[in-house]
T-cell receptor
C-alpha cells in the first residue's frame, strides 16, 4: 500500500527566502506526482504535474523534482512571498482511477 | 474558476434534511471523483465515476448517494447526515488512459455543516 509523507507539517519563513518542501512515498512504481496548494476552506489548485519519465517541472518561481528510485519529490519555491502562504499537498498516482494517494500537507507561512 | 465548478459553496443542514451537492466539469475529462476533507485528516476518496459508471465506492455510508447523469455532471445526494459528516467536500476530474491518471483538477469545494 502506497504511503505518502510530507515533512515538515508546518513551516514559517521570512519573506524573500528560498525554501524546499518534501514529499516521500514508499512505492516507487508510480505514474506521476502532482503538487497542489490549498488556501483555507478552499479547493486544491494544481501547481505542477511530473510524469514518472520526467525529473523536474518548472512554473514561474516553482520547481518540482522527482527521484523515483529514492521515493522522493521536492517543491522548491524561490523568493517566497506572503501570498505563497497556504498548505501544500503532494499526490502520487500509482495507476488508474483510484490509486492516487495524498500526503497530509505542509502548512507554509511566509512572514512579511 | 478552475474548470470544475461546485455548488453550493456553503451548506448548513439539519440531520433530517435532504440536500444535494453539484459538480460540473468543462474539461472533457472522463473520470470524476468525490473527496471528503475533515480537519487534520488526509483527503478521503469517497466515489469514483468513469464515463458515468461508478468504479469505486470506498465503504461510504449509504446516507451519501452519488449520481452521475453524464460525463460532465456529478451529484452527491445527502440524507439523514450526522454531525461528524461536517467537512469540506471536494469534487475533482481527471483524464484516465489505460492505467495512467493525467492529474486532477479540483473544484472549490462545498463546506458542509450538519447541525
Amino acid at each position: 500500500k502506497q504511503e505518502v509523507t510530507q515533512i515538515p507539517a508546518a513551516l514559517s519563513v521570512p519573506e524573500g527566502e528560498n525554501l524546499v518542501l518534501n514529499c516521500s512515498f514508499t512505492d516507487s512504481a508510480i505514474y506521476n506526482l502532482q503538487w497542489f496548494r490549498q488556501d483555507p476552506g478552499k479547493g486544491l489548485t494544481s501547481l505542477l504535474l511530473i510524469q514518472s519519465s520526467q525529473r523536474e517541472q518548472t512554473s514561474g518561481r516553482l520547481n518540482a523534482s522527482l527521484d523515483k528510485s529514492s521515493g522522493r519529490s521536492t517543491l522548491y519555491i524561490a523568493a517566497s512571498q506572503p501570498g505563497d502562504s497556504a498548505t501544500y499537498l503532494c499526490a502520487v498516482s500509482s495507476g488508474g482511477y483510484q490509486k492516487v494517494t495524498f500526503g497530509t500537507g505542509t502548512k507554509l507561512q511566509v512572514i512579511p | 474558476e478552475t474548470g470544475v465548478t461546485q455548488t453550493p459553496r456553503h451548506l448548513v443542514m439539519g440531520m433530517t434534511n435532504k440536500k444535494s451537492l453539484k459538480c460540473e466539469q468543462h474539461l472533457g475529462h472522463n473520470a470524476m471523483y468525490w473527496y471528503k476533507q475533515s480537519a487534520k485528516k488526509p483527503l478521503e476518496l469517497m466515489f469514483v465515476y468513469s464515463l458515468e459508471e461508478r468504479v469505486e465506492n470506498n465503504s461510504v455510508p449509504s446516507r451519501f448517494s452519488p449520481e452521475c447523469p453524464n460525463s460532465s455532471h456529478l451529484f452527491l445526494h445527502l440524507h439523514t447526515l450526522q454531525p461528524e459528516d461536517s467537512a469540506l467536500y471536494l469534487c475533482a476530474s481527471s483524464q484516465v488512459t489505460g492505467t495512467n491518471n493525467y492529474g486532477y483538477t479540483f473544484g472549490s469545494g462545498t463546506r458542509l455543516t450538519v447541525v
